[in-house]
């Protein structure tokens, strides 16, 4: 008993001495890099050159196969889009099954199958992996293009590109791109709807043709199966592939602007800006400066503790988020930053991410800043290790980039080797504050006066949504042009006012679709500026009644009052034949400029209500009639912007209707058909109480 006090006396002892002769005012040295071993992976190459990687993982009864093409860019040009159609078409059946077919056998394995237009990926349990490579070597050899099924992706790829014309975030995407690249470089061109229209089945087919080839195709396998496992599947399922030669074509890189380059795409009604700053860069992936370049984003805006996410948003509130992303690449890679703010705060915005660049080229990062960069990047890395496929990824990526064979078992060791030093030499290096395009998708009308200082020039570049340069002067409205006569010709276009104030009750019905529902309108308008609207979706139904003066909207079993501002826009949509009531709703008219809208030149009158609010119409120059309206939608989660598009008008009772409208709200696109539309049929009143 005394021996153990004496040794446990003595342990107490020595602990209290190291602690006493511990500093704690100096901080404690980092440790070496942690090392952590990469699991194995075991490769083979089939004789047509196929090759194959294999990650065995048996603690789940599941296998995995990812197909890899590796081809140069294609430049699609006026045919933007086949390349994406044929990565589609791969999964609409082959030459023995249909597309009903082939999602039935994948459903009954419970297996998942994607297609792409450079590669396959497959999944399933191990005990179908057999059944698995069997409908996926039948979709890589023996695929059967469709007109049917291209039909069909190139209307679905139609409604998307319609959607983006009223995304922001997804115009500011495109046109950096073009700004970035140029469109005679392939990751400069976009897809428009004339270019997706050209399409042919021909280019699908001879896209195939030409580049699934497996002499240029990589395989990953991971899951539950042993390389003479996947040899023997894979010998036996892809063996017959057959090679061909891949002639690839090079491109000429794009260069940074010589000055910062102030590029606005205009969007009238937009209550904020969004903003991406950035140009390309010669940044190979693998590269020795690639590690260093990695930790600068993650410091400058590659994480939520970023520098300008701590300055915009935490400082600032400016935005509720900002960033930056290097992005390398074997032909050409970018450096952007990006966010969103308010319109008022846009050249501040600019100002200050251009003052975070500045200050993370003009002095060292901290060692403090710098230790827990690599800290949170090694705990990224590590946590990525859990996944299998992580390994197959980067098999394939030392063999597609011509890596060394260990850069990944050494990936911590040279971040962790790298100092405060190598990041500023890497920041003069890559990050040129004076050489940017300085890109905003915003209201010009509330921004650019503001923003023309960042450019040497003085100016500001118009693009439009398809990166397209214009001079927003060249169009002029016709001298002695007036709002009222353009309202005028409107008016007479649909019928004149005569024949439109005979109309005193309306009800038209209109059907679509939205994120795959079917969708009814059914709304109801009797003078003065009365409405009864169902809009119904099936598992959603909401119901509008206002009776010229306060309303309700009923939805999901809640019942909102309309008063105040709402009340005051609820006026104009019970109205019938608002254009002849501005006046008399206290609304301002203003003839404010002339574009083209959807291939049309018409005049852009702004309107703006009692409340302050304004909104945009655009007339047809040629034929009078109301093309498009523009308006901003308050609602809980803010402000959005509306935007309607009109066509296909039609004669009911002496008076033009448009029996099309094109929806936009947000990212969301609906389009909208008239299927009936009656007047003066005699409403009741009682249908408009709101009780």
Known sequence: MKTKVLIFFLILFVSALSYAQLDRSKKPAAGPAPEIKLGDYESFTLKNGLKVFVVTNKKIPKAAFNLVLDFDPILEDKNAGYVDAAGQLLRTGTKSRTKDKLDEEIDFIGASISTSSNGVFAQSLKKHTEKLLGLMSDIVLNPNFTQEE???????????LAAQKDDPSAIASNVKNVLFFGKEHPYGELQTEESVNSISLEMCKNYYDTY??????YLAVVGDITKTEAQKLIEKYFGKWQPKEVNGKTFENPKTPVVNKIDLVDRPNSVQSVLMMGYPIDLKIGSEDAIKVSILNTILGGSFASRLNQNLREKHAFTYGAGSSFNPDKYIGSFFASTTVRNSATDSAISEILNEVKKIRGEKVSDDELQLTKNYMTGSFSRSLENPQTIANFAINIERYALPKDYYKNYLKNLNA??????????????????????????????????????VSNKVEYYDIYGNTYDPSVKKLPAGL??????????EAVGGKENMLKVKDRTMQLTGTVQGMNLTV???????????????????????????????????????????????????QGSIHTVLQYDQLGIKTELSGFETINGKDAYKVTLTKPSGKKSTQYFSAESGLMIRNVTTVSTAQGNFTQTTDMDDYRDVEGVKYPFKLTQSFGPQTVELNVTSLQVNTGLSDSLFEVK
């Open 522 to 572: 059914t709304m109801q308008q009797k003078e003065p500026c009365r409405l009864y609207q169902v809009v119904d979706a099936g598992v959603f139904q909401q119901k509008t009644i206002f009776d010229g003066e306060k309303g309700k909207i009923e939805a999901m079993g809640q019942i909102q009052e309309v008063s105040g501002d709402q009340a005051e826009e609820m006026k104009l």
């Open 150 to 160: 291209l039909d069909k992706i190139k209307k679905q790829t139609l409604s998307s």
């Open 212 to 217: 699934f080839k497996p002499n240029i195709a």
């Open 418 to 455: 790298v100092a405060s030093e190598d990041l500023l030499a890497a920041a003069k290096k890559y990050l040129k504050p004076n050489n940017m395009h300085i890109l905003v998708v915003g209201n010009g009308d509330e921004v650019a006066k503001n923003i023309t200082k960042f450019s």
């Open 482 to 491: 007036t709002v009222e006569q353009v309202l005028d010709k409107y008016i």
